[in-house]
């Protein structure tokens, strides 16, 4: 039987700073920094580099859901001002409609 793997939200933590309860993506992002220094160095080894390479995969897979969060977002927000928008503006009426010139 192969040993216990530690979740990605579990050893993320482990790897921040103490009081630091929660991921969030800028420290997913220095994390990944750090790894990406520590890959390059070529200092790690074998097991180590897979260690580092499963905890990047988890954290690029974190930063793109929040940026796909952010993103869906901020599509909301300019849907929601589309619509404050609309309901400031009021509908044309025939009389409000200008005429056109005939000639």
């Known amino acids: 039987m192969s040993p216990r793997r530690e ?3 579990g050893r993320m933590r482990a790897t921040m700073g103490e009081g630091e309860n929660e991921r969030n993506y800028e420290s997913a992002v ?17 097991r180590e ?11 690029v897979t974190f930063c793109a859901t929040e940026l796909d969060a952010v993103g869906q977002d901020l599509k909301e927000l300019r849907l929601d001002e589309l619509a404050a928008g609309l309901e400031r503006t009021p509908a044309p009426t025939p009389d409000s409609q200008p005429s056109q010139a005939q000639s």
């Open 7 to 9: 979740a990605p939200i």
């Open 30 to 46: 220095e994390r990944l920094e750090k790894i990406i220094e520590r890959l390059d160095s070529g200092h790690a080894g074998l």
């Open 49 to 59: 580099t897979l260690d580092l390479c499963r905890e990047g995969r988890d954290l």
